[in-house]
């Protein structure tokens, strides 16, 4: 479920949008975490477990929109599962209506 979308400002060599997949189990422990940080010129996703044994890169794709949302979709359970999003007006507002979208689809 969609916990927290929220416009903010990127620093610099920050990321323009930033998505949290927060995994869990049926009793609502955060059991591992999904982190999607999209640059101009990539996306890269990066994954730990609640061990904390320190973040691994599980793929680098297009910054575009349907590649993110695409990919979403293959580790998202919207029974379960949580997911923020942060990031500029634009990036934000796009990704939204697009992952929207492909879930009214399923």
Known sequence: M?????????????????????????????IAEI???VFKNKAIAVYEN??????????EFSPNV???????????????????VFGEKQMVDDFLNEFFKEEESQ
């Open 2 to 30: 969609l916990k927290l979308a929220q416009y903010t400002r990127h620093g610099m060599t920050e990321p323009l949008l930033n998505i949290t997949i927060f995994k869990k189990v049926e009793d609502g422990k955060v």
């Open 35 to 37: 982190k999607i940080m």
């Open 50 to 59: 609640d061990k904390l044994d320190g973040g691994e890169v599980l793929s």
């Open 66 to 84: 349907q590649e993110i949302v695409k990919f979403i979709n293959n580790y998202y359970d919207d029974q379960i599962d949580d997911l923020t």
